[in-house]
């Protein structure tokens, strides 16, 4: 069993490996992102984990990255090297890949037109 010394990481990468995301390509996905982390010298500034489903499988392949709360879809190998090579900001033209971040109130998601909304976790009170 592996135990890491996280000091001097920076970010968290979350990748899905649930069974929408593989379906979706989360093997690919994944490979690619480690091995651009690789191939950049990365491995003490980004730690992937690999998860099981993150319960957005509508948005499949999710990955996820910390400690921003950013949360992308529909991500293939190319961009999630993409994410990788801009790991210090949320470049512009991967701004289409965001379904949810977090904002001063809490996680918001944004491309409203191209995200789903999904089922709420708790039923509101009607005022
Ligand atoms: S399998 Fe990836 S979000 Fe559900």
């Known amino acids: ?6 000091t001097g990481t920076q970010k968290h990468m979350l990748i899905c490996n649930g069974s929408s995301c593989m379906r979706k390509g989360g093997e690919e996905v ?3 992102i480690r091995d651009e982390i690789k191939n950049l010298g990365l491995d003490e500034a980004i730690h992937t984990t690999r998860t099981r489903c ?15 709360g950013t949360w992308y879809k529909a991500i293939d190998p190319e961009i999630g090297r993409k994410i990788v090579n801009n790991y210090l ?18 996680m ?8 789903h909304e999904g089922i709420l976790k708790i039923e509101k009170e009607k005022a």
């Open 54 to 68: 993150n319960g957005r499988c509508k948005d499949a392949c999710v990955v996820i990255v910390y400690p921003e």
């Open 89 to 106: 900001s949320v470049e512009e033209d991967l701004k289409n890949y965001v379904s949810y971040q977090f904002q001063e109130d809490g």
């Open 1 to 6: 069993m592996t135990t890491w010394n996280l």
């Open 30 to 32: 994944t490979v690619a």
């Open 108 to 115: 918001t998601r944004l491309n409203k037109d191209e995200t």
